[in-house]
């Protein structure tokens, strides 16, 4: 039994997040921009956390959960074009886009094996790969790193506050999420302040 379309997560949701934060000012100094910013990017992980959570409880196969993320992935990860007065938050769209990346491979990786490795030698590994400028090799330790937060395993709230900017530290800010969306998945709204 699959669930039906648009059950886990739809364009209109996703062009909601989007209509906000181009209507508000976004400072990332500010406490409630900061808020706004990590409800947009959570509400999204939340979704990616209730397929894998129906496909461990069996509501969905392996390849209808891989569906359902590639259908949620297709409407978050296309490019979004905003005007020219809006380039920062686009910025910070792409930045939320890009920890995404990471969450969707983790939920794929976690359906698709059951090979699990530690958290922290993940990350470890991808900063050396993204040092050597393997970025692909990167992606694929965050991923392994996010298979086993998905199956239980906590990766510490302090990593990645020292990180340079780049992929890895976009990527383990999404693996965050998923680890509290994995804990909680309780859906958040839009409207909400």
Known sequence: MSAPEGEYYTEERWQNWIDRLTTEEIDL???????????????????????????????LEDETALTELADVREIVLSEVELDSDNENTLMLINA????????????????VTDERAGVEECIDAAREAEQD????????????????IIDGAELD?????????????????????????????????????
């Open 96 to 111: 939320v886009q890009t920890a995404l990346v990471c969450v969707f491979y983790a939920a794929e990786e976690f359906i």
């Open 157 to 193: 709230p302090s990593t990645g506050e020292e990180f340079e900017y780049g992929p890895v530290a976009d990527w383990v800010t999404g693996l965050r999420s998923l680890q509290v969306a994995m804990a909680d998945p309780e859906v958040v709204e839009p409207e909400d302040e």
């Open 29 to 59: 100094e500010d406490e409630e921009s900061g808020r706004l910013l990590q409800n947009f990017q959570d509400d999204t992980v939340i979704a990616i956390a209730k397929i894998v959570s129906d496909f461990e409880e069996g509501v």
């Open 133 to 148: 400028e393997e970025i692909e090799a990167a992606l694929e330790f965050c991923a392994k790193a996010g298979a086993s």
